[in-house]
Nanobody
Framework: QVQLVESGGGLVQAGDSLRLSCAPS????????MGWFRQAPGKEREFLAA????????YYADSVKGRFTISRDNAKNTVYLQMNSLTPEDTAVYYC?????????????????????WGQGTQVTVSS
């Protein structure tokens, strides 16, 4: 069983940056591909970014490409989501997720149903 704990959320102003962290526990972190999703009130959970088990491959939703960066440090058992130029439309609960399939495709990791473990989420609120 893998437990994921997100941190780093908060209230910021438009144009600010935030870095979210996700620290899995219970299993070897490097055995999983990792993803970040978000869910705004009344909307479905939305894919943001994913990273391969080694960190060598990343995938992004078009809506955040160029503003958000996903990375991981397997030695520290942590995956990050650096978010820049935040806007009020980025307000949501942000979730990290772990996928057992480590050689999946871009299409595979964009589908939230392909992730095996989820964190509880961290709230990000961007004021205008």
């Amino acid at each position: 069983q893998v437990q994921l704990v997100e941190s780093g959320g908060g209230l910021v102003q438009a144009g600010d940056s935030l870095r979210l962290s996700c620290a899995p526990s219970g299993r070897t972190f490097s055995m999983y591909a990792m993803g970040w999703f978000r869910q705004a009130p009344g909307k479905e959970r939305e894919f943001l970014a994913a990273i391969s088990w080694s960190g060598g491959t990343t995938y992004y939703a078009d809506s955040v490409k160029g503003r958000f960066t996903i990375s991981r440090d397997n030695a520290k058992n942590t995956v990050y989501l650096q978010m820049n130029s935040l806007t009020p439309e980025d307000t949501a609960v942000y979730y990290c997720a772990a996928a057992k399939v480590i050689y999946g495709s871009s299409t595979y990791y964009r589908n939230r149903r392909n992730y095996d473990y989820w964190g509880q989420g961290t709230q990000v609120t961007v004021s205008s």
